[in-house]
């Protein structure tokens, strides 16, 4: 039984670090959005709020996962954007090294430029975004100044169902729910899905090791969201009632204006070279996390 401290926890991938966890340790999970009962408020921008919750629990591990996830907003907001992406993940590198006990971090697979196709661990990150160059500046402290550290960049994150996910998939069930018979889908934008579940397990299974370190932790295969959108018709057999038009991403650009990379597909190359590669392939998780959050009647 270990104590860990997951901050930033009322979020998509919270939720799924909360039940993967939840099962033989011992948990303190604090966000700014208390939106359930396991939750208590914690504000990571709060240096001194954040010292002294996580010293009062004396955790064996500190997960930092809060972030301003919303690409727009950071983009209309880049002070809060950077106080939350980047000086906050300094804080949990402070507090980690005060209490001498190894830090989580979560990175992105959008710190790379899409200039290619796929990237592996050890490429050069170019992010293009206000989130994405707060959030590698966060990498980077985290990297550089905690020496028992696991960085672990997700890709399109999946999870969390109605409530909770706020990203792509949501949207298509949402459109899917009120009706909708054709969705307009971008066609030049790839990624790798990334389920929260399979996220955290993977991590459970790489902090056993301690094999500290930066890790690409992405569900197997590359794809477009185009392919996610045909996925999800599928799945929900209604690829011959709703129809996908398919748009480029400039169709979106008042509703999406931060600056995207073409492909942001991560290979999980250092977790396959350790044999601790746990991630499934991105349709097979999509069908277990729509089957798991949005059950049909
Ligand atoms: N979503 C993705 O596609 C994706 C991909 C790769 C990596 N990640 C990373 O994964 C981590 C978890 O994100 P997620 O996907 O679970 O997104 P999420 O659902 O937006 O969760 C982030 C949580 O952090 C909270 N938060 C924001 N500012 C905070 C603050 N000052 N103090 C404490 N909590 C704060 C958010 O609250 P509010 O909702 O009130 O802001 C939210 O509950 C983040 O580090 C994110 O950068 C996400």
Redo the contacts with the bound molecule.
Sequence with gaps: MKKIYI?????????AFYEVFGAGNLLKC????V?APWLTY?????LDAYRKDVADFSPDYLF???????ME?CERNPE?AW???AM?AENAAYIANELGIPLL??????IFDGHKQLFDDWDTPNPLSC?ARS?YA?ELFVREHVRQHLVC????????GPA?????VQKIMRQLAQGKKELSIVNDKFGSP?Y?HDFAHNVKVLLETEYWGVYNMACDGLTSRVEVARAILELRGLQDRVAISEVPSSHFREEYFAERPPSECLVNAKLKLRQLNTMRHWKVALKAYLDDYYPQA
């Design positions: 901050s930033g926890c009322g979020g998509m991938l919270g939720e604090t966000d700014i959005d939106n914690l504000d990571i921008r709060d930092h996962l809060g972030a301003c996830t919303d907003y809060n106080r939350t992406n906050a971090y979560i990175g992105t697979a959008g989130y959030k966060g960049r997700g890709g399109w994150m999946m999870g969390g909770k996910d706020k990203k792509f990334t929260t």
